[in-house]
């Protein structure tokens, strides 16, 4: 059982790389053959040789899943945290749906996309982006809290000055929040807009308030990862 821990467990000795590697491949193969299905005119013979690909792929991440439990000190806390979910959710839609048509649980496969989530557990790049997030988690809240109020000021501001003018574009405040959530993030795609002068003077003082936000998360992770490169390097 130590030896079984120690290969399914991440750590640097040979066998725990092959197996893990082994695991990354499956994850690559499996989101390349859950794009190649969606492609229209495939032949009914290469659907039937991505649905045994599929088979083979879940039986062996079953057995990575089922595996991990066993060699799990505390099983139960291994099953509700954050990597069993996702163990059990990139497997769980092809049992769910075994025998049922694609068209009738299409939203159900579409949570075999967790299966790319798999691959945090195996990147030391998403771990160092873990340990950033950690550091600024709270600045982060704040940030977030910030962000949610900036884009309700914003869709009350634009109903008040657009409503009496375009009555059928923003209806209420609920329907502005659309234009605002687009123009705080300045993407714009301009099926909302201000015809009114306030509203245009509005909308840059929005667009610019939205420059500096989006700045703000950028030089926090900036800093986060240079903190936990500092930490790395001091070995804590």
């Given at each position: ?120 557990r195996y990147s ?69 807009i201000p015809l ?41």
């Amino acid at each position: 059982m130590p030896a079984l821990k120690e290969i399914i467990e991440y750590n640097d000795s040979k066998g725990s790389k092959i197996f893990n590697g082994f695991i990354e491949v499956l994850i690559f193969i499996s989101i390349i053959s859950f794009s190649v299905q969606t492609l229209p005119d495939l032949t009914e013979k290469t659907r039937e040789y991505l649905r045994i690909l599929e088979v083979v792929i879940v039986i062996v991440f079953t057995i990575e899943y089922i595996l991990r439990i066993i060699v799990a000190d505390n099983k139960l806390k291994y099953i509700f945290s954050l990597y069993g979910l996702i163990d059990l959710l990139a497997i769980l839609p092809f049992y769910i749906t075994a025998g049922i048509d694609l068209r009738a649980l299409r939203m159900v496969r579409f949570f075999r996309l967790f299966r790319v989530l798999k691959l945090f557990r195996y990147s030391k790049a998403i771990k160092r982006f873990q340990n950033a997030l950690k550091l600024i988690k709270d600045e982060l809240i704040v940030f977030f809290f910030v962000i949610c109020f900036m884009i309700f000021l914003s869709a009350v501001g634009i109903y008040y000055f657009e409503n009496p003018v375009q009555p059928e574009v923003f209806k209420s405040i609920f329907h502005s929040l659309w234009w605002a959530v687009i123009t705080l993030t300045t993407v714009g795609y301009g099926d909302a807009i201000p015809l009114t002068v306030g509203g245009k003077i509005f909308t840059i003082v929005i667009l610019l308030i939205g420059l500096g936000i989006i700045a703000v998360p950028t030089g926090l992770l900036t800093s986060a990862f240079s903190r936990t490169n500092d930490l790395e390097e001091d070995g804590t």
